[in-house]
């Protein structure tokens, strides 16, 4: 577990005993930027890794280059012409890919309920907030959605639980202690807050430690590089999206974030998944708890 999350993690737990203004606007977008910068280069790497662990040629290459795209595209479309189903399509992808960091639980059920805790644990401590996000991403039927996951979320704590007890036992007693502490922050810190701590300390960090295993030939100056320039590459994608787009989206930095997210996350999830039929990820993730 890198030293910084336990460092970002008390930082934020005494910045809220001492009431610093975490929920205003400033912070919420200081959160924003920290989580897109700390947190979307975690899969600037998919088609590096896509070459090393297939033999396929030019053209096919292109061809896994344009699929990845299209689908980024897509579901940026999806955004744009029907955002509630982009939204539940968002949050289960997030649960789903949140999950695969629990890769020492066998139990599938566990490793969701891990994944979706991370989105339901803030439902409980800000549902306003939280619903008034997924609206400003999505429509005013957004709000329904926020309340049927702070419905489920004590039952999703719960089992949960389950696993960061089945986790401690399995010897990953560090990442057990962590993401209890970071479920705990998530119930109390403001959404935004509590989510970029999670994403940049904690998701993020163990998906490049298993990218740069991999990837160990590449100089580390190159390694930098393209994960800077392709997270640069999505957001300018994005953008112009928006720009060449007659559908006008909501102004909202953050929700737009959130948007930018979900349409990498939808091709990174399922390039990853294949890439886990080919090398042996899980035992990298080990490695690096």
Same mark, same amino acid.
């Given at each position: 577990?890198?030293?910084?999350?336990?460092?970002?993690?008390?930082?934020?737990l005494?910045?809220?005993?001492?009431?610093?203004?975490?929920?205003?606007?400033?912070?919420?977008?200081?959160?924003?930027?920290?989580?897109?910068?700390?947190?979307?280069?975690?899969?600037?790497?998919?088609?590096?890794?896509?070459?090393?662990?297939?033999?396929l040629?030019?053209?096919?290459?292109?061809?896994?280059?344009v699929?990845?795209? @299209?689908?980024?595209? #897509?579901?940026?479309m !999806?955004?744009?012409? /029907? =955002?509630? %189903? *982009?939204?539940?399509?968002?949050?289960? +992808?997030?649960?789903?890919?949140?999950?695969?960091?629990?890769?020492?639980?066998?139990?599938?059920?566990?490793?969701?309920?891990?994944?979706?805790?991370?989105?339901?644990?803030?439902?409980?401590?800000?549902?306003?907030?939280?619903?008034?996000?997924?609206?400003?991403?999505?429509?005013?039927?957004a709000?329904?959605?926020?309340?049927?996951?702070?419905?489920?979320?004590?039952?999703?704590?719960?089992?949960?639980?389950?696993?960061?007890?089945?986790?401690?036992?399995?010897?990953?007693?560090?990442?057990? @202690?962590?993401?209890? #502490?970071?479920?705990? !922050?998530?119930?109390? /810190? =403001?959404? %935004? *807050?509590?989510?970029?701590?999670?994403? +940049?300390?904690?998701?993020?960090?163990?998906?490049?430690?298993?990218?740069?295993?991999?990837?160990r030939?590449?100089?580390?100056?190159?390694?930098?590089?393209?994960?800077?320039?392709?997270?640069?590459?999505?957001?300018?994608?994005?953008?112009?999206?928006?720009?060449?787009?007659?559908?006008?989206m909501?102004?909202?930095?953050?929700?737009?974030?959130?948007?930018?997210?979900?349409?990498?996350?939808?091709?990174?999830?399922?390039?990853?998944?294949?890439?886990?039929?080919?090398?042996?990820?899980?035992?990298?993730?080990?490695?690096?708890?």
């Open positions: 577990m890198h030293p910084a999350y336990w460092i970002a993690a008390i930082t934020l005494f910045a809220t005993v001492l009431k610093a203004p975490l929920g205003q606007p400033a912070a919420a977008a200081a959160a924003t930027i920290l989580f897109i910068g700390g947190g979307l280069p975690h899969g600037a790497y998919d088609i590096a890794l896509l070459r090393r662990v297939t033999a040629n030019r053209y096919g290459l292109i061809l896994a280059i699929g990845y795209v @299209a689908i980024a595209v #897509l579901m940026a !999806l955004w744009m012409g /029907l =955002p509630l %189903i *982009a939204l539940v399509l968002f949050l289960s +992808v997030a649960a789903v890919h949140f999950g695969e960091d629990w890769q020492m639980l066998d139990e599938p059920l566990l490793r969701f309920a891990a994944g979706a805790a991370v989105i339901a644990a803030p439902t409980i401590g800000h549902p306003v907030d939280v619903a008034s996000m997924f609206v400003a991403m999505s429509d005013a039927r709000t329904l959605i926020a309340q049927i996951i702070t419905a489920a979320a004590p039952v999703t704590l719960l089992v949960t639980a389950v696993g960061i007890t089945v986790a401690w036992r399995n010897g990953s007693q560090k990442w057990a @202690a962590a993401m209890t #502490l970071c479920l705990g !922050l998530l119930l109390i /810190l =403001p959404p %935004i *807050a509590g989510f970029a701590l999670f994403f +940049v300390f904690l998701h993020s960090p163990q998906h490049l430690a298993q990218t740069r295993t991999m990837l030939d590449m100089t580390l100056a190159r390694w930098l590089g393209t994960g800077a320039s392709l997270s640069l590459a999505a957001i300018g994608g994005w953008w112009a999206l928006q720009y060449l787009s007659p559908i006008r909501d102004a909202n930095m953050t929700a737009q974030a959130f948007q930018l997210l979900a349409s990498v996350a939808v091709p990174h999830l399922l390039l990853s998944r294949w890439l886990e039929t080919r090398v042996d990820r899980p035992s990298l993730f080990h490695s690096s708890i």
